[in-house]
């Protein structure tokens, strides 16, 4: 499945952002989603994930409460709407699919190229 990411700009402190990821190439509801993300200097780290049908989902405790994970199969496009945004934020983020989406940065993912968020203070 090929992936594209959009929606990254910059934003101020307390602002907020939609990101956007299309799939295509194979059906994507056959995936779960995630959201990951890689600050300047750092690792990539987990942000949240989507379960295919979107029944469940989970978040790293550093976005808990501010950010929301979602899907729109239909359209084969998994979201992040991402509020309250602060200048620890700044990242690239990327998107993934797997048929067994985890927390785990997996090189095995599908990856799309990533987007950048950029939060001033």
């Known amino acids: 499945v090929q992936l594209q990411a959009s929606g990254g700009g910059l934003v101020q402190a307390g602002g907020s952002l939609r990101l956007s990821c299309a799939g295509s190439?194979?059906?994507?509801?056959?995936?779960?989603m995630g959201w990951f993300r890689q600050a300047p200097g750092k690792e990539r780290e987990f942000v949240a994930r989507?379960?295919?049908?979107?029944?469940?989902?989970e978040y790293a405790d550093s976005v808990k409460g501010r950010f929301t994970i979602s899907r729109d199969n239909a359209k084969q496009t998994v979201y992040l709407q991402m509020n309250s945004l602060k200048p620890e934020d700044t990242a690239v983020y990327y998107c993934?699919?797997?048929?067994?989406?985890?927390?785990?940065?997996?090189?095995?993912?599908?990856w799309g190229k990533g987007t950048l968020v950029t939060v001033s203070s």
């Open positions: 993934a699919a797997d048929p067994l989406m985890t927390r785990r940065v997996d090189d095995d993912y599908y």
């Open positions: 190439g194979r059906p994507f509801a056959d995936y779960g």
């Open positions: 989507i379960t295919w049908s979107g029944g469940s989902t």
